[in-house]
């Protein structure tokens, strides 16, 4: 973090700064992201109506040999699936004995992507979670939850953007956020951002309970006094 304040100061014509503080607050907390919730949700509903008899509720996925006659992977808790191959199934299937059908002509390319968004928001999120249950795999109130995000919050993502508890930093603050859902809160740190600038995609480099506890001292800022 020193460094990373050294460097600013060094670099510092007003103009830079002024444009990186616009750049980030561009990006990394999008503002109330109404387009990401409504294409999560535009897919999941369409995903119910679709894709839940072969591939489960939420992805869970139907086993071979079920009582159903057809079968579906599970979808939810596997990062190793990537956006393009989750869209290229989509459009054109797969034949063989276990076929998955091609909706390719089926559905407009808006549908595809909102499908593709929620598939790979499923794939990104634990796996083995109860249909309805809470999608983190712990209590978000957990006070040592909320520590553990507490100081890797500190450590990886006050001093380039945030800021020290989630404010004064470039970004636009955290505390008393109200409209930053938790699967939403994931599904950025998982992902990250593209925009006008980039906030980096943490899925690779922490683990599922790591990333939550981050989400999980979001959300207690979010109940602070801003
Ligand atoms: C008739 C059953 C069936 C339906 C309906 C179905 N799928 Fe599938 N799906 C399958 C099968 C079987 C596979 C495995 C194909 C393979 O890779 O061998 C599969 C594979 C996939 C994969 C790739 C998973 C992997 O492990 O590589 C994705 C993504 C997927 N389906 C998404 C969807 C979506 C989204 C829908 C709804 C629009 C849907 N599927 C509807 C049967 C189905």
Same mark, same amino acid.
């Given at each position: 973090?020193?460094?990373? %304040?050294?460097?600013? %100061? ?42 839940? +008899? ?12 079920? +009582? ?13 699936? %990537? ?22 002509? &089926? ?33 978000? %109130? ?24 989630? &404010? ?59």
């Amino acid at each position: 973090m020193k460094r990373l %304040n050294g460097l600013r %100061n060094t670099f510092r014509p007003a103009a830079f700064g002024l444009a990186a503080a616009f750049a980030c607050a561009a990006f990394a907390v999008a503002p109330p992201a109404d387009d990401d919730k409504a294409r999560l949700s535009a897919g999941k509903s369409r995903f119910d109506k679709l894709c839940v +008899s072969c591939h489960g509720a939420d992805g869970a996925g139907i086993a071979p040999g079920a +009582s159903t006659a057809s079968y579906g992977p599970r979808l939810a808790g596997r990062p190793e699936l %990537n956006e393009a191959h989750i869209r290229d199934r989509i459009i054109h299937g797969k034949h063989g004995d276990k076929a998955m059908p091609p909706w390719g002509t &089926v559905l407009d390319d808006a549908e595809i992507g909102q499908l593709t968004v929620y598939v790979k928001w499923l794939a990104a999120t634990p796996s083995g979670r109860p249909a309805a249950g809470p999608l983190a795999p712990f209590d978000l %109130n957990d006070e040592a939850r909320i520590a553990a995000g507490k100081r890797r919050f500190a450590k990886t993502c006050a001093g380039y953007c945030h800021g020290f508890e989630g &404010v004064g930093g470039r970004a636009p603050d955290f505390k008393g956020r109200t409209d930053l859902p938790a699967e939403l809160a994931y599904e950025t740190i998982y992902k990250g951002r593209q925009g006008a600038d980039v906030m980096p995609p943490w899925g690779n480099a922490f683990t599922n309970e790591q990333i939550w506890e981050l989400v999980a001292y979001l959300q207690y800022l979010g109940k602070q006094q801003p």
